[in-house]
Each structure stands twice: as C-alpha cells, then as structure tokens.
C-alpha cells in the first residue's frame, strides 16, 4: 500500500501520524507547499516577535525519520489523474498512489476591489511566507490597513502593536467580530484598540485603492467617500479551498470546497479529505480529528467523525478574555435575553424554549464550563428555580458513592 497525503498542516499531520501508527511498514509520501510544519492559529506571535519559527511547529522535530516517511517540501500538486491514481506536481512529476488524503486547507480570498488584485503592497494573513512580508512592511509602511476584523484581522492588529504599529481596521459590518460577539462585547475591543492607537471603521468596506505608477498603493477610498491614506493592505476578510488541482477531475467539489462523508472519503473511493480544504468549520480541532478518521478509514479500520464542535471561540485580546457559544445576536419574540453586568464582566445568555442558543462572556469566563455543559447536554434552564447566572454544578449533579458525577435527567 503507498499513502500519498497532500498538505502537512493541522489535518495532513496528523493523517500522516494516524497513518503509520495503524500501517506501520506501508510506504506515505507527504507533499506540501511549506517546507515548515508551523500553527497558523499563532503567526501573530511570530508576527510580533514573541515566537520563533521554531515555536510554531507542532510537529515532533523528527518528523520524518520518526514517521518514516518521504516528504516533497515546497512541491505543489497541480493536477490529479484519478484513472492513473497519481497526483501532477508543478515541475511536472507525477507521484502514483493506492490511497490520497487531500488536506491542502484554503487560501486567502482577494475581494474584487478596485485595482487591489494587480497592487504589489498586498498580502493576506495566512502563511508564514505572509509575516515575511509584514515583517518587512512594518518597518516602512505608515498606513497600514487591515481589511476586515474578524479574528484574523485582530491577530494581524496585534501582531502589529507588538511591534509599535498602529493599523487602520477597515470593516464591513457594523462591529469587530461581529460573527462572535455583540455590539456590547465589541465595544470594550473596539475601545482597548483605540486605547493603543490602532484607528477603526465600522460598517464601511474598501471601495477602491489608487495606485501609482509601480502599482503600489497610496490610498485607500471607503465605499462612505472616506479617503485613507495607505501604503500597505493586509486582506483578512475571507479564504476559499485550495481545490483548484480539483477541476475538469470529476471528484465532487460544492461551492465551498472539497465534499467528503464523515469517514473522510470522497467521490472517488480512493481519495480522501480533511481540514479547512472542505470549506466548513474552518477551525483547528476539526482538520485535527478529520485528518486522523481520514486516515483511519485509508489504512482499513473504520471511523466516523461524530464529535460535536460547537461553534466556540476564545480569545483574549489586549488582555481581554471573551468566550462566544453559537449565535449572540440572534433575535425574535422566542429569544430571550438575560444579561448580567459589572465592572470588569459582562455575561450575556440567550435561550429558545429553556435550551441555550447563544452566549457571551467577557472579562470573567469562570462560567464558560458550565455553560457548555448546559449547551452539549440540551438542557432546560428553566427547570432551575434560581437565576440564570447562579446556576452551577450542584443544579444539575450528583455524586455516586464513588465520587463520579452525573446528570440526573428529568
Ligand atoms: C491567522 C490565523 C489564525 C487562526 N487562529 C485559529 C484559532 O485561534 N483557533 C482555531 O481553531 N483555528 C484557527 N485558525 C484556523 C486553523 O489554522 C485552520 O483551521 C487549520 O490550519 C486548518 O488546517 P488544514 O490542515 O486543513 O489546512 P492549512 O493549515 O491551510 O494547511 C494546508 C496545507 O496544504 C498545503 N497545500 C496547499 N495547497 C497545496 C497544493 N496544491 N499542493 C501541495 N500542498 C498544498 C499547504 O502548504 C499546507 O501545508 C486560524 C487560521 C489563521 C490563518
């Protein structure tokens, strides 16, 4: 048997780990564009000096003798022969294989604004060829702007503060983080940002950016008439599935990407996917766990993926903790609110029918726990005769004799 994996990041990793513990004499060849094994979840902190290359990796830093494998560094597969059962690299080479994980994860998505396609001051935030870049910007760049601030694009703000460069935040809906968080919860961001000097537009987008005659950015007009100036644009405002390789292949693709069962297999029985490639839940954990039930299934013991990832973030910028579950800006005459306040903490439950559809918690997440646990296990909270914010442990547990916990359903 010869495993051929494609993309040596959360999801290709961990195919190749799962891979070999399950087939440990068969051939795996891993291709990838990095020549790195690094997180993209912390290349703000390499951004802004905290982290070295070599604290990104999460990889064992004898991966390949470790695992025993063959991996084409900096190769990019360009095309797939399914009939042949071989992948085309860019030189031309082809690489035959019985069983292929495509785990080639996503790219950052270029929205069709005037003249920024063929700008040279440009880049997204995904890749550490990216930081490269921004490292390098922010030793002479005095406008840099941020377009989007959704998380990426508040790593990317902080990477910069880091290194005492004040960005412009350029986002479309009305507030940072809008997927995760409400206006409220926004706000001590949005402030905490202001406080370190980093400018911000809400509900705006970039209409257009003037070029001079190298194709260099000077200026940066709002879709409000707003004019910037602006001598660099990092763009964190959406990705799109390295699928191209895919196309005229005949192995199914949807709009967001690559389409897999919960064993990982796609249209072709002999080709496999996993991570951000497929377009849905773009979060670490997931490419995780799809990469090994990916692999499992290639080396022949069944595995479906059945863990549940609610839509959770954390975070913690500028020294703010927040935690987000499912939806906070929901609304309707079956939504009901609750809120707490103080000081430092701002807690915020939204519950349909006694079940909880969407929570905020900022400043002190000593609830978070309890939370999730009132969320996986469906519970009613209107069965607690007390309010909402005090509910704990005790509420919904009991212990055995033997000191375990357990639910007392109703
Ligand atoms: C800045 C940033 C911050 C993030 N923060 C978080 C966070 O806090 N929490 C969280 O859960 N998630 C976070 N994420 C998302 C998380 O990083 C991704 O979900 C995860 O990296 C997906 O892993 P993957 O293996 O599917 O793909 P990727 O990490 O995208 O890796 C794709 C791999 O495929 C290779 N490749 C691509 N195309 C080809 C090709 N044609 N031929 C060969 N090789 C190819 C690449 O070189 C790479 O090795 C963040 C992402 C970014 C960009």
Same mark, same amino acid.
């Given at each position: ?28 060849? *891993? ?33 390949? =003798? ?17 009939? %042949? ?20 994860? $996503? ?25 490269? #870049?921004?490292?390098?910007? &922010? ?17 990317? &703000?902080?990477?910069? @503060? ?5 960005? =412009? *935040? ?18 001590a961001y949005?402030d905490a940002f202001?406080g370190r ?13 003037? *070029? ?6 000077? %200026? !940066? ?24 390789? *895919? ?14 069962? %919960?064993?990982?297999? =796609? $249209? ?18 997931? !490419? ?12 022949? #013991? ?8 609610? $839509? ?6 500028l020294?703010i ?8 800006? @929901? ?5 009901? #609110? ?18 909880? #559809? ?7 997440? &000593? ?8 969320? &996986? ?16 442990? $005790? ?14 359903? %109703?």
């Amino acid at each position: 048997m010869k495993y051929v994996v494609l993309g040596s990041s959360a999801a290709g990793v961990n195919g190749v780990r799962e891979l070999r513990r399950l087939d440990a004499d068969s051939e795996i060849v *891993l291709i990838s564009k990095d020549k790195e094994i690094y997180s993209r979840c912390i290349l703000h902190q390499y951004l802004g000096g905290k982290r070295t290359m070599e604290r990104l990796c999460f990889a064992e830093k004898d991966f390949e =003798t470790l695992y025993g494998i063959t991996w084409f560094k900096e190769r990019s597969c360009t095309h797939l022969k399914p009939e %042949e059962k071989e992948v085309v690299l860019e030189n031309g080479e082809t690489v035959s294989y019985d069983k292929l994980l495509i785990a080639t994860g $996503s790219h950052t998505f270029v929205p069709p604004v005037k003249n920024l396609k063929e700008a040279k001051n440009v880049v997204g935030f995904r890749n550490i060829e990216d930081m490269e #870049v921004l490292k390098d910007a &922010a030793k002479h760049a005095k406008h840099i702007i941020v377009m989007g601030a959704g998380l990426v694009g508040l790593d990317c &703000a902080s990477g910069f @503060l880091e290194l005492g460069v004040k960005v =412009t *935040l350029v986002e479309m809906a009305g507030w940072l983080l809008s997927k995760q968080l409400d206006k409220r919860a926004a706000e001590a961001y949005q402030d905490a940002f202001a406080g370190r000097g980093v400018k911000q537009y809400y509900g705006v987008g970039i209409a257009e950016v003037t *070029l001079d005659e190298e194709n260099r950015i000077t %200026e !940066a007009v709002l879709t409000d008439g707003t004019r910037l100036p602006c001598d660099f644009v990092v763009v964190t405002a959406g990705v799109r599935s390295n699928v191209e390789f *895919l196309e005229g292949t005949g192995i199914e693709l949807s709009r967001f990407g690559l389409v897999y069962d %919960e064993t990982g297999k =796609t $249209s072709d029985d002999n080709i496999y996917g996993a991570g951000d490639v497929s377009g849905s839940s773009p979060i670490w954990p997931v !490419a995780v766990k799809e990469g090994i039930v990916a692999a499992s299934n290639m080396a022949g #013991v069944p595995r479906k993926m059945t863990d549940f990832f609610a $839509s959770k973030s954390t975070m913690n910028f500028l020294g703010i903790p927040s935690m987000s579950l499912g939806d906070v800006n @929901l609304e309707g005459e079956d939504i009901e #609110v609750e809120v707490k306040k103080t000081k430092d903490s701002y807690k915020k439950i939204l519950h349909k029918n006694g079940k909880i #559809v969407g929570a905020v918690l900022q400043g002190d997440l &000593a609830y978070g726990g309890i939370l999730q646990q009132l969320i &996986a296990r469906k519970i009613d909270v209107r069965r607690v005769k007390k309010p909402i914010f005090d509910i704990d442990y $005790s509420d919904f547990f009991h212990m055995k004799e033997n000191f375990e916990y357990y639910f007392e359903e %109703e």
